[in-house]
């Protein structure tokens, strides 16, 4: 078979690979994106909601879309509520910086709807995906959504396939660091106002809680759970009743005048936790970038910003890898990315176990130190530094 020609394939249509597609497309290299999903079943996906303003901006600079102006909402602080006491970080005040709710959903998207808008060849619903790195240049061989064998070859090759990567297993010899954590969340979409302007990250003696927004009619909670436990059928919130979640939910958030507005219950979902990286993210004329490279657990929704940061690297180094024809200058890449990746790895594993009520028969030595460490970032400004500043994002390494 004659293989098609672009200079760079990326497996994965997500929002960071649709990202660097369309950032390359404004520098002139062409590329062609795949997905397994169907398109119709990302855009229903939902996912974190919180972006930093360098993420935002990224949308704006590179004429991907401005609706986040109109359809998201700035918030310039977020409150750590203990044991029903609310203590606000004032992001503005601490780090002059602020975030964005735009969900994830809504970047994708906005990139989808930008790659049409430019002739973008994006090719969702693909399957039996293989990469074969052992020829001089890279070649991608699957089976399109309507049936038909495709091959292509490119100069370079990007996973940007996400958490269940095939890409990163193509690295010989790369580390992998992994760490489980003894709870998950269930998440909740619901039909309600706004209970709060910002964001609330709970933490009380029946576990962790966060109270997250979408629209004026529309929310989006969480609360911890034990992991789902056969043993125990009570680990399983899919039969818990409508009543009970919210009960659950206003006994780890409600106090001190705050009174969570309930609604009904349209979406329920399971995220587990984890902490994953792989180094190097690279190897020969390949090269990974977001989830497929690393993973955090939603606390402090770094997943998606620190995906798109790798890309606003990615993207410059590719250029002159494509122009020098030189996989070489990947190793550059890994080297400003990766910086990045382990302070949110650190940040993300961090905020979870100050907030999140640890198993049964934890020492409770940690338990008391841990309420040290609480007291200390919701009342001193250092503490509430650290957390304005890895929440609304570092600046950019050179
Ligand atoms: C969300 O809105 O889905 C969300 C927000 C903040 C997080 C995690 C998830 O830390």
């Not at 360098?54 to 998201?72: A, F, I, K, P, Q």
């Not at 930008?114 to 020829?135: E, H, K, N, Q």
């Not at 760490?179 to 309600?192: D, K, L, T």
């Amino acid at each position: 078979m004659q293989p098609e020609r672009t200079q760079v394939v990326i497996v994965g249509a997500g929002p960071a690979g649709l990202m660097l597609a369309h950032k390359l497309h404004r520098r002139g290299i062409s590329a062609i994106n795949l997905d397994l999903r169907p398109r119709a079943v990302i855009e229903s996906t939902h996912r974190a909601g919180i972006l930093e303003d360098r993420t935002v901006r990224m949308l704006s600079d590179e004429e991907v879309s401005e609706r986040y102006r109109t359809d998201g909402y700035e918030h310039d602080g977020v409150e750590l509520r203990i044991d029903g006491e609310g203590h606000r970080i004032d992001f503005r005040a601490l780090v002059g910086a602020s975030v964005w709710l735009y969900p994830q959903t809504d970047v994708f998207i906005d990139l989808a709807a930008a790659r049409d808008r430019d002739g973008g060849d994006v090719r969702f619903g693909v399957r039996d995906t293989a990469c074969d790195l052992s020829g001089e240049r890279p070649q991608v061989r699957f089976v399109d959504a309507d049936g038909h064998d495709c091959l292509i070859e490119a100069d370079f090759l990007v996973g940007a396939d996400g958490s269940r990567s095939i890409c990163r297993d193509l690295i010989p010899g790369a580390e992998r660091f992994f760490r489980e954590y003894p709870y998950a969340w269930y998440g909740i979409s619901c039909e309600a106002p706004m209970s709060s302007p910002e964001l609330i990250y709970a933490s009380s003696p029946h576990g962790f809680a966060l109270i997250s927004q979408r629209t004026e009619t529309l929310q989006r909670m969480y609360l911890q759970t034990p992991l789902p436990d056969p043993a125990n059928p009570d680990s399983d919130l899919d039969t818990w009743s409508e009543d009970r979640i919210w009960d659950q939910l206003a006994k780890r958030v409600n106090g001190n005048g705050f009174e969570l507005i309930t609604g009904r219950i349209t979406e329920r979902v399971l995220l587990p936790f984890r902490s994953f990286v792989q180094q190097p993210m690279h190897h020969g004329r390949l090269v990974l970038a977001g989830d497929a490279a690393h993973t955090v657990p939603p606390t402090g929704a770094k997943g998606l910003n620190l995906a798109l940061a790798d890309v606003q690297v990615l993207a410059e180094v590719m250029q002159r890898a494509v122009a020098a024809d030189d996989p070489g200058l990947f190793a550059e890449y890994q080297r400003r990315a990766i910086e990045r990746v382990w302070r949110a790895q650190n940040f993300s594993y961090w905020f979870s176990q100050l907030m999140h009520t640890p198993p049964p028969g934890t020492n409770p030595f940690d338990e008391q130190r841990r309420r040290g460490e609480q007291e200390y970032v919701t009342r001193h400004r250092a503490g509430q530094t650290y957390v304005a500043e890895a929440y609304t994002g570092w600046p950019n390494e050179s």
